[in-house]
């Protein structure tokens, strides 16, 4: 899964369907799980860490599994004594894609009748997706470029799989630092901001944090602006070095 997707379509997803504050939190809680897991199609989660982490009783835990599960939103199978239940988390933006296809067959039949509520509903959602919630997740005042990869192709990376390779375990707190840097300054500089936190060894969020957050004061608003920053300051650092006898 990827799970900027999945969170944005649970939001636009939340927008055309009725889900309790319980079952949403759990929602979170159990892909932030899956994500620990290590995006394993099946995962086991006790309900004693949910507890923990989500500070649900067990009668409201039980009424949020069970909402998830008619909304087909998971999987679940009780756990047997010594292990813990087994989930699966349905892709909410595979849903989500199949309904807009479902929307555009229906108008291209005219079907009308007793689903014309719910047809409009999907085309409401589906306007509003393409004018609306791309815009927002394209990183603000960020113009067309080139964007670099060591093949020189497309960047592809996912940032929360980057961050768990080379950091370690992607907890709640650090995915949302990294959601709101993407927001910020674009996913591609993010993950360049973590890659050079890792060649510096500074393998901790705070680290990465101190790196974007120059990047972010200095203005730097593409990949070429970071690089040609860089540069000029290993540039900076040489002649003082030199200045000062270090060679």
């Given at each position: 899964m990827n799970y900027i997707k999945e969170l944005n379509a649970f939001r636009n997803w939340l927008l055309l369907h009725k889900l309790s504050s319980g079952s949403?939190?759990?929602?979170?809680?159990?892909?932030?799980?899956?994500?620990?897991?290590?995006?394993?199609?099946?995962?086991?989660?006790?309900?004693?860490?949910?507890?923990?982490?989500?500070g649900l009783t067990k009668n409201k835990l039980i009424t949020a599994r069970r909402q998830l599960q008619e909304h087909d939103l998971i999987i679940y199978h009780k756990g047997n004594k010594g292990k813990a239940p087994v989930y699966q988390m349905v892709s909410v933006h595979e849903k989500m894609n199949q309904m807009m296809g479902r929307s555009q067959d229906q108008s291209e039949e005219q079907y009308l009748a007793p689903n014309a509520n719910l047809f409009e509903a999907k085309n409401k959602y589906q306007f509003w997706i393409q004018s609306g919630t791309e815009k927002q997740n394209k990183p603000k005042h960020k113009p067309k470029q080139k964007q670099i990869s060591s093949s020189g192709s497309h960047v592809t990376e996912n940032q929360f799989e980057d961050y768990r390779k080379n950091i370690g375990i992607l907890r709640p707190?650090?995915?949302?630092?990294?959601?709101t840097w993407c927001r910020?300054?674009?996913d591609e500089?993010?993950?360049?901001?973590?890659?050079?936190?890792?060649?510096?060894?500074?393998?901790?969020?705070?680290y990465i944090e101190e790196i974007l957050k120059e990047w972010a004061s200095a203005g730097l608003k593409t990949l070429d602006e970071v690089s040609a920053y860089e540069k000029q300051k290993a540039e900076k650092k040489r002649n003082f070095q030199v200045e000062a006898g270090c060679f």
């Open positions: 949403i939190l759990l929602w979170h809680t159990l892909m932030s799980i899956n994500n620990m897991a290590g995006w394993e199609v099946e995962f086991n989660a006790s309900n004693t860490v949910i507890y923990q982490l989500t707190a650090a995915r949302d630092v990294i959601i910020e300054l674009g500089i993010m993950i360049a901001g973590m890659k050079l936190a890792v060649k510096k060894g500074g393998v901790t969020l705070s």
